[in-house]
C-alpha cells in the first residue's frame, strides 16, 4: 500500500530513490527480525542434564550347545607285570617219623578185692500215727489265760484241764512256772500247721517225722498239750526244753497228776524226740485213747 501510495504520489527521497522503495527495504528487514524472534520462541530449550547410564556388565561368554566339551586326555594304565602262568612249587614234605614203640611190660597183677563188711541193717523209720477223733465242744473247757503264751485261748477236756490246773500250782510252789503253748486242735489248725511243716523240710516224710497230719493229732483228743517254761521263751517247741528247770520238774512229778511223755526217744510211733509234748493217762478214758499209741 505504501508502494502504491508513494508511486500514486511520485516522490522522491534526497537521493533521488522513489520513497516507496525505501520503505520496502525497512518493512522487509522488521519481518526478518520478527520471523527469527518466532523460531526463537518456538525452539526447544536445553533440556536438563540426565544421570548418565550405568555401563552394561561385561557379556558372559557362553559355550554353544552345539560345540563339543574338550575332555581330558586320561593317563595311560600302568602296565600290569606279566602275570606268571606256572604253577608254584610245592613245599617238599618230610617224611613223618613213627614213634617209638614202647616196650611192652607185663601187666601188674590187680590186688585181691577186699573183704566186704558186713553193713548192719537199719531198717527205715515207721510213722505209724493212730487215728484220733475230735473231741465235742462241750467237753472242752477254757484254760487261764494266765497260764498260756500272750494270754492265748487254749482249751482242754474237763479232766485234762483240772489235772494240769492242779500241776501248775504245785509247779509254782516248786518255783517253776508252766505255760501252755497249744491244746486242743481242730482238724483246720492241724492242717495248716501240717503244711508248714512240709514246706519247711521240703517233705512228706520229714514232716511226718516232727507233726501228725490232720485226723492223727493227739491234739484232736483235748488230751494233749504242748508245755513250755515261763521263764525261757527261746526253749518253747524246742528240744532244749529238756534242760529248763520246767522240763525237770515234769520228768519227776508229772506222773503224780495223771501225765506222761508223749513221744519219748525211741518211741513206738516213730515221731521224733519231743520233751514238750504230755498227755493226759490219768483217766479210764485218758488210757483208752492213747492205747494204740504205746503199741498196745
Same mark, same amino acid.
Given at each position: 500500500?505504501i508502494?502504491?501510495v508513494?508511486?500514486?504520489?511520485?516522490?522522491?527521497?534526497?537521493?533521488?530513490?522513489?520513497?516507496?522503495?525505501?520503505?520496502?527495504?525497512?518493512?522487509?528487514?522488521?519481518?526478518?527480525?520478527?520471523?527469527?524472534?518466532?523460531?526463537?520462541?518456538?525452539?526447544?530449550?536445553?533440556?536438563?542434564?540426565?544421570?548418565?547410564?550405568?555401563? !552394561?556388565? =561385561?557379556?558372559? %561368554?557362553?559355550? &554353544?550347545?552345539?560345540? +563339543?566339551t574338550e575332555? /581330558?586326555?586320561? #593317563? *595311560? @594304565?600302568? $602296565?600290569?607285570?606279566?602275570?606268571?602262568?606256572? !604253577?608254584? =612249587?610245592?613245599? %617238599?614234605?618230610? &617224611?613223618?617219623?613213627? +614213634?617209638?614203640?614202647? /616196650?611192652?611190660? #607185663? *601187666? @601188674?597183677? $590187680?590186688?585181691?578185692?577186699?573183704?566186704?563188711? !558186713?553193713? =548192719?541193717?537199719?531198717?527205715?523209720?515207721?510213722?505209724?500215727? +493212730?487215728?484220733?477223733k475230735?473231741?465235742?465242744?462241750?467237753?472242752?473247757?477254757?484254760?487261764?489265760?494266765?497260764?498260756?503264751?500272750?494270754?492265748?485261748?487254749?482249751?482242754?477236756?474237763?479232766?485234762?484241764?483240772?489235772?494240769?490246773?492242779?500241776?501248775?500250782?504245785?509247779?509254782?510252789?516248786?518255783?517253776?512256772?508252766?505255760?501252755?503253748?497249744?491244746?486242743?486242735?481242730?482238724?483246720?489248725?492241724?492242717?495248716?500247721?501240717f503244711?508248714?511243716?512240709?514246706?519247711?523240710?521240703?517233705?512228706?516224710?520229714?514232716?511226718?517225722?516232727?507233726?501228725?497230719?490232720?485226723?492223727?493229732?493227739?491234739?484232736?483228743?483235748?488230751?494233749?498239750?504242748?508245755?513250755?517254761?515261763?521263764?525261757?521263751?527261746?526253749?518253747?517247741l524246742?528240744?532244749?526244753?529238756?534242760?529248763?528247770?520246767?522240763?525237770?520238774?515234769?520228768?519227776?512229778?508229772?506222773?503224780?497228776?495223771?501225765?506222761?511223755?508223749?513221744?519219748?526217744?525211741?518211741?513206738?510211733?516213730?515221731?521224733?524226740?519231743e520233751?514238750?509234748?504230755?498227755?493226759?493217762?490219768?483217766?479210764?478214758?485218758g488210757?483208752?485213747?492213747?492205747?494204740?499209741?504205746?503199741?498196745?
Amino acid at each position: 500500500m505504501i508502494q502504491r501510495v508513494a508511486t500514486a504520489t511520485g516522490q522522491t527521497d534526497a537521493c533521488g530513490d522513489p520513497v516507496h522503495k525505501r520503505y520496502s527495504q525497512f518493512y522487509l528487514k522488521a519481518a526478518i527480525v520478527a520471523f527469527q524472534a518466532v523460531l526463537g520462541l518456538l525452539a526447544p530449550g536445553p533440556s536438563p542434564a540426565q544421570p548418565e547410564p550405568p555401563e !552394561p556388565p =561385561p557379556p558372559i %561368554l557362553s559355550v &554353544p550347545a552345539s560345540t +563339543p566339551t574338550e575332555t /581330558l586326555p586320561t #593317563p *595311560p @594304565e600302568a $602296565e600290569s607285570p606279566p602275570v606268571d602262568l606256572l !604253577p608254584a =612249587p610245592e613245599p %617238599l614234605l618230610q &617224611p613223618e617219623l613213627e +614213634p617209638e614203640t614202647p /616196650l611192652l611190660r #607185663p *601187666p @601188674e597183677p $590187680e590186688p585181691p578185692p577186699a573183704p566186704e563188711r !558186713p553193713q =548192719p541193717h537199719k531198717p527205715a523209720p515207721s510213722i505209724a500215727h +493212730p487215728p484220733y477223733k475230735e473231741a465235742a465242744r462241750r467237753d472242752l473247757r477254757l484254760v487261764a489265760g494266765n497260764s498260756t503264751v500272750r494270754g492265748r485261748k487254749e482249751y482242754l477236756s474237763n479232766e485234762a484241764a483240772w489235772a494240769f490246773a492242779r500241776m501248775r500250782e504245785a509247779a509254782i510252789k516248786a518255783g517253776v512256772r508252766l505255760l501252755l503253748i497249744s491244746g486242743f486242735r481242730d482238724r483246720t489248725r492241724q492242717a495248716r500247721i501240717f503244711a508248714k511243716q512240709i514246706a519247711r523240710k521240703g517233705s512228706l516224710g520229714a514232716a511226718l517225722q516232727l507233726v501228725a497230719p490232720p485226723g492223727f493229732s493227739e491234739h484232736h483228743t483235748g488230751y494233749a498239750m504242748d508245755l513250755g517254761d515261763a521263764l525261757y521263751p527261746k526253749t518253747h517247741l524246742e528240744t532244749t526244753f529238756e534242760n529248763t528247770p520246767a522240763f525237770r520238774w515234769l520228768s519227776r512229778s508229772a506222773a503224780r497228776f495223771g501225765f506222761e511223755l508223749s513221744y519219748p526217744p525211741g518211741n513206738a510211733v516213730g515221731v521224733s524226740y519231743e520233751p514238750w509234748h504230755w498227755r493226759y493217762v490219768g483217766s479210764k478214758k485218758g488210757k483208752t485213747l492213747f492205747s494204740a499209741a504205746k503199741g498196745g
